[in-house]
């Protein structure tokens, strides 16, 4: 069974500080790990992902994320905000089923963004 | 870019209706998802589809149904809507075949209301 645990129900920086979200996650296999973002009135769109290649994995519009087994973390950081940052991030985990049909998403986080 | 879309944005309906949330994807992709959305626990799956007329359960199937007659499109059916299904609908898709690392791409969601 996997799950996965946003610590974070919502996070508030300032324009032009740094980012972290913060993400568990617990599986009972070598997972792969997903940030999503969702903006106002909008579906998801996938941020980054990482599937057992580089631990350190660099995704859209600056942001990035690292795998650290050992903590079972998988925490978003961003060095500097942006205003467009706002919106609410999904931390999602997925066990190597053939369908990837098994994703668990977290609560989310929503990011406040604060001129 | 992968596209999928939803036939409504926002749907009021009454108790007891039937209620039928459409989807479509333009790339072909082999796998088809619906999601609900409700506050503070992110998206939980209702039904999956691999295949034209193939299905599966999800996390919460109870209360809807699926349709897929054609490759690019997925219909999720509430038999009798009733309040407790008022939510967000998200529907998704996936090239497939990829052990739990695939991309599910997003469309915009429906938000239902029901009274």
């Known amino acids: 069974a996997q799950s996965v645990t946003q610590l974070d129900s919502h996070v508030s920086v300032s324009e032009g500080t740094p980012v972290l979200l913060r993400c568990n996650y617990s599986?009972?296999?070598?997972?792969?790990l997903f940030w999503y973002v969702q903006h106002p009135n909008k579906g998801l769109q996938l941020l980054l992902k990482?599937?057992?290649?580089?631990?350190l994995v660099k995704g859209i519009n600056g942001f990035e994320a690292e795998f650290k087994k050992s903590e079972t973390s998988f925490h978003l950081t961003k060095p500097s905000a942006h205003m467009s940052d706002a919106a609410e991030y999904f931390c999602?985990?997925?066990?190597?089923?053939?369908?990837?049909?098994?994703?668990?998403f977290g609560a989310g986080t929503r990011l406040t963004v604060k001129p | 870019d992968v596209k999928v879309t939803q036939s409504s944005r926002y749907l009021v309906k009454r108790t007891g209706e039937k209620v039928f949330l459409e989807c479509v994807q333009d790339?072909?992709?082999?796998?088809m998802f619906w999601y609900r959305q409700d506050p503070g626990l992110g998206l939980r799956l209702i039904y999956f589809?691999?295949?034209?007329?193939?299905?599966e359960k999800g996390d919460i199937p109870e209360g809807y149904s699926v349709s897929r007659e054609k490759k690019e499109r997925f219909s999720l059916i509430l038999e009798s809507a009733s309040t407790n299904q008022t939510s967000m609908y998200l529907c998704?898709?996936?090239?497939?075949?990829?052990?739990?690392?695939?991309?599910?791409?997003f469309g915009p969601g429906t938000r239902l209301t029901v009274l």
């Open positions: 998704a898709s996936s090239l497939g075949g990829f052990m739990g690392t695939d991309t599910q791409y």
């Open positions: 599986s009972s296999y070598s997972p792969s």
């Open positions: 990482y599937t057992s290649a580089a631990t």
């Open positions: 999602v985990v997925s066990p190597p089923s053939p369908n990837n049909n098994d994703m668990r």
């Open positions: 790339m072909d992709h082999e796998n």
């Open positions: 589809s691999y295949d034209v007329k193939m299905k």
